[in-house]
């Protein structure tokens, strides 16, 4: 049954990736982006040559009012929201004290107040329909750490922390929400590995690979139609971590 889904963060990388296999499993897409027009005009044509149409909707979700209006959007036009991916972010790399109160506000609104309003907007809507599925991008760092990028580690553990909460509080109005906690994925925020520090990071997986965009896709794909499964921290790293 088709649905409609909001994805933030759509036009690059995982949420790409995400918006192209739910459009072509017949799904109502809104896929949101912020500076990326270009990537977000190329996602739209390119589906549309396999005749398969989405929304594209320009909004800094980090601000709550353009939270607002990208809700109301998909409100006008399908009359539901069925399930919100909460994908944008970003990263800030750098010893923990040489980062400024700029980077810990931007990192902070974007990777984390995003979440948090786009789902309070959303879950208004969601609560009245008594259904819903949420699914927060988080990441392994907020699980286990990294040196250097504690402000990303951060956000997504806080993420993590909203993903558990939530579930106990929205469970009874059959919403569920879950994280997907990628470990290393080819997307733009590793494309400054060295292929070094990429072969030194294989060397450390078990199944001996990077994982792609399309792997997290398949994930989420699953988590929307699966009836079971809330609060869970799921980490599709190829055994880098283990817990």
């Known amino acids: 049954m088709s649905k409609v889904i909001i994805i933030t963060g759509a036009s690059r990388g995982i949420g790409r ?6 459009a072509r499993t017949g799904n109502k897409i809104i896929a949101n982006y912020n500076n990326s027009k270009e990537k977000a005009e190329e996602l739209k ?3 549309s040559k396999e005749n398969i149409e989405i929304d594209i909707y320009r909004a800094d979700v980090s601000q709550r009012e ?3 209006n ?9 009359g539901k929201i069925d399930v919100l991916i909460n994908n944008a972010g970003i990263s800030v790399w750098g010893p923990f004290t040489d ?12 990777n984390l107040y995003a979440a948090i309003a786009m789902t309070q907007e959303t879950i208004k809507y969601m609560i009245k329909q008594q259904e819903g599925c949420i699914i927060n991008i988080s990441s392994i760092w907020g699980m286990v750490g990294a040196s250097c990028e504690v402000a990303y580690s951060i956000t997504k553990a806080g ?4 993903t558990k909460s939530l579930a106990k509080e929205l469970g009874p109005s059959n919403i569920r929400v879950n994280s997907i906690a990628p470990g290393i994925i080819q997307t733009d925020m590793t494309s400054d590995f060295t292929e070094e520090e990429k072969k030194e990071i294989i060397e450390q997986i078990p199944l001996g690979k990077i994982g792609k965009p ?6 989420a794909k699953w988590l929307i139609e ?4 809330t609060g869970q921290i799921i980490s599709p790293n190829g055994g880098w971590t283990i817990i």
Do not use: P, R, S
């Not at 990736?17 to 739910?22: P, R, S, T, V």
């Not at 990208?70 to 399908?78: D, Q, R, S, T």
């Not at 399309?214 to 994930?219: N, S, T, Y």
């Open 17 to 22: 990736a995400i918006a192209e296999k739910l």
């Open 45 to 47: 044509e390119n589906l």
């Open 66 to 68: 353009e939270c607002i």
């Open 70 to 78: 990208l809700v109301e959007y998909a409100i006008n036009k399908y």
């Open 99 to 110: 980062l400024t109160d700029d980077e810990w506000q931007k990192i902070l609104q974007t």
């Open 159 to 162: 993420i993590d922390g909203l």
């Open 214 to 219: 399309e792997d997290i896709a398949k994930l």
């Open 226 to 229: 699966d009836e079971y499964t």
